[in-house]
Each structure stands twice: as C-alpha cells, then as structure tokens.
C-alpha cells in the first residue's frame, strides 16, 4: 500500500485530521442523540441502528477511527519503543486488533433488525 | 564510538508549560481510548441485541464501580482528546499559534475537559 517515503507524512497528516472530523462530529451526534431521548432510551436507540443509513454511516466512521487510532499508536510507538523488532510485534498486534475490532462492528450491526 | 556524553533528562525535574501539559494528556487519551474500543463495542452490541440485555447493561453500569469507572474513564479520555483535538486542528488553521494564545487555549481546553468530566460524573453516579 505504501509505496513512497515521500508522501506518507503529508498523507498521514491530512488522514488525521480528516478521519478526526468525522468521528468528531460522530460522537457529538451520538451524545446529542442519548441526550434528546433521557429517559426511555431503548426504543429509539434500537431504531437509530436498525437503518441502513445509520449503518454505513457508522461503518464508514469506525473505519476513519481504526485509520486514525493506527496513525495515533504507530506514532507513539515510533517514539518510545526503539527496538525495531519489538515495534513490529507491536505494531502487528495492533493492526490485528484494529480489524477484528471492525469485523466485530460489522457483526453488531448486522445483527440488529 | 564517541565517549559517553552526560544526559540531564529527568522529567520530574522539569516545570511543563500547560500547552505542553495538553499535548502529552492528549497522547495518553488516544491511547486509552485505543485500549477501551473493546468496551465500547461491547456497550454498543449489549445496548442492541434486547431489551433484557440493554437493561442488564444499564444495570451493570449502576451497580459495578468497574464498569461505571470504565464508562466514565471513556467518556472523560474522549472529551479531552475531542478538546484538545479541536484546538489542534484550530491552530493548524494558523489561529493562536503564539505562545501567548497557546496557554490561553490551553487553560480553555482544561476548563471545559474539567466541566465535561464532572457532568459526565454526575450523569453517570
């Protein structure tokens, strides 16, 4: 995927703040959203992700949130840890977690009617 | 091989700016927030899949110090890194990149993290 030294940091750059926007807004909505239907909740939560818009949007800014949380952990990790062999595994198992994190999403969402 | 050169780097020793204070709070809340995405996801199917279950979760908010501490150190670690990130990206803008400005947004972005994480507090308590 990466084939450039020379573009990354821009594009990660940029990739920080876009994806950071997008989950912004995202969590606002979903603190606006809870706030609005204090206090029978259930109902209208189950609604909200029942919709197939609600959904793709949700996917769509989990994917921008994996995207972001990578940039953020590879940063500190090329901080603090040195030892190139430790980073790796490091790196690996996090990259593992970010995407068995989405496949999970996508259960929890399709499985919700 | 170059001699060993002597290194006076003990951080206890220092006196932080508070942008500075910001920047590292903002790095240790990324990665909190990297380390509780499980427990949001979690939070996220058990709210969906009954009513039974959203219940039990609400209960279990309530009633377990553990998770009610984990829902809050969450919400708390997301405020900050939102604040914080928000004044980020307005000096990338080229807005209050002065020293000057940089302390004062910083003071802003403690004031209304401390504000966030007491009605969080309370909301959840």
């Known amino acids: 995927m990466v084939t450039s030294k020379n573009r990354r940091g821009l594009r990660d750059w940029l990739a920080q703040r876009i994806t950071s926007v997008l989950v912004g807004g995202y969590a606002i909505f979903i603190c606006v959203f809870i706030l609005m239907h204090q206090p029978d909740i259930y109902q209208p939560w189950h609604d909200l992700f029942s919709s197939l818009v609600m959904k793709i949007i949700t996917l769509i800014v989990f994917i921008s949130l994996i995207w972001h949380a990578w940039i953020g952990m590879w940063t500190v990790f090329t901080d603090y840890v040195k030892r190139v062999a430790v980073r790796a595994v490091l790196e690996t198992l996090v990259a593992i977690l970010l995407f068995g994190y989405l496949l999970w999403l996508f259960e929890i969402l399709w499985s919700t009617h | 091989m170059q001699a060993e050169r002597p290194i006076n780097l003990d951080l206890t020793k220092f006196r932080f700016p508070p942008m ?23 939070l996220l199917h ?20 553990l998770m009610k501490l984990g829902v809050w150190l969450t919400l708390s670690a997301a405020a900050f890194h939102l604040l914080s990130g928000i004044r980020h990206i307005i000096m990338d803008f080229g807005f209050g990149e002065t020293a000057r400005a940089g302390r004062y947004s910083a003071y802003l972005v403690f004031a209304l993290a401390l504000v966030a994480v007491i009605l969080l507090g309370i909301w959840l308590w």
């Open chain 2, 20 to 42: 500075a204070i910001v920047s590292i709070l903002h790095r240790v809340s990324g990665v909190i927030l990297f380390l509780l995405i499980p427990l949001m996801l979690y």
């Open chain 2, 46 to 65: 058990h709210t969906l899949v009954s009513v039974t279950s959203f219940t039990a979760i609400q209960e279990q908010v309530s009633v377990h110090l």
